[in-house]
């Protein structure tokens, strides 16, 4: 696990089932990150080809919506929402790649905010995952949860001691949110 304060909020490796992973002997991990570039060049420099990035399709969404006006918001938030939600990987594309041809022509800055790493906004789609489980790892809310609660613990914290007395404030914080964490809803139905 990555963080920083600087807008690099988070990132989850994990073990993923892609049939690529059988085929070389390169250890396969997803990576979900909320889309900062310096972190994802990190990550390819450091696990090289077995490195799926998957950015936050959360964050992609309020970023391009963050470029309308209030009323306009709801129906682009649909439109992506509803891209996101196929099944099938070329159909979201094709929805994305459409919707993003109409922002160039209404919206410059919302259809650069689109493009800008489209393509890593689908990896789950590319997976052999499901339901529940695609939703959880297309998104990085459940690393922020346990930053939250981090933060909040630590906020309380007025003097810092020794060097290593912020890391055993947030392992203990760490410790708490985990009371917090629920089980991965339907981690047994990935495809294969």
């Known amino acids: 696990m990555v963080t920083a304060r600087t807008g690099l909020r988070s990132l989850v490796g994990m073990p993923t089932v892609a049939a690529s992973a059988r085929k070389n002997s390169v250890p396969t991990r997803l990576y979900v990150l909320d889309g900062a570039r310096a972190l994802v060049k990190a990550i390819r420099e450091h696990a090289g080809e077995g490195a799926l ?19 306009d918001r709801q129906a682009v938030e649909a439109r992506l929402a509803a891209a996101y939600a196929l099944r099938s ?16 022509e209404l919206n410059p800055a919302a259809a650069r905010s689109l493009e800008e790493g489209l ?23 459940p690393i922020e ?7 909040t613990v630590c906020r309380r914290v007025k003097c810092w001691r020794q ?26 139905t990935c495809r294969s």
């Open 53 to 71: 990035i998957q950015r936050c399709q959360l964050h992609k969404r309020r970023n391009v919506v963050g470029h309308w006006r209030e009323e």
């Open 119 to 141: 393509d890593e906004t689908l990896t789950v789609n590319r997976l052999p995952l499901e339901g529940w489980l695609r939703r959880t790892l297309s998104t990085t809310n």
């Open 163 to 188: 060097g290593d007395h912020l890391e055993r404030w947030v392992g203990s914080a760490l410790w708490v949110a985990e009371g917090n964490f629920r089980k991965v809803k339907a981690i047994g």
């Open 145 to 151: 949860s346990a930053f939250s609660v981090v933060e």
């Open 89 to 104: 990987t070329e159909e979201a594309q094709q929805a994305l790649e459409q919707l993003h041809r109409e922002l160039q």
